[in-house]
């Protein structure tokens, strides 16, 4: 029930790169450059923007996981995350630990945070 999510990233033009590859693979996009922040969203909607940092110090991970509308667009973000250098945590696989139909990969982002793209649809 989210109208919206942010982050601080400590450089927002190789996030702002990163996110613009992975979130196209999964039906979002680049909405809106507000100055240093960008939103991201699907229908000219930004629900996740990103920033610089504007408070408190040091890095807290975030776990981010995006819907994708089927496998194989889980399987092409993390193919995104990939080709921009993002670690892998997980590569795209079923999670019956979670419920029979969750599918998903989980890449860690340029600031560290663990960004993952979930289906739980069956194939």
Known sequence: MLDHLSIQCADTSAS?????AVLATIGGGRVIDFGPVVGFGVGG???FWIGPPSAGDGFRES??????????AVRA???????????VLHEPRLWPEYHPGYYGAFVRDPDGNNVEAVCHTPE
Do not use: Q, S
Request: hydrophobic share 55%; charged share 25%; no cysteine.
């Open 16 to 20: 702002a790169a990163f996110y613009d």
């Open 45 to 47: 909607k930004p629900e």
């Open 63 to 72: 776990h981010i996981a995006f819907a994708a509308p089927d496998r194989a």
């Open 77 to 87: 973000f993390f193919d995104a995350a990939v080709a921009t250098g993002a670690e």
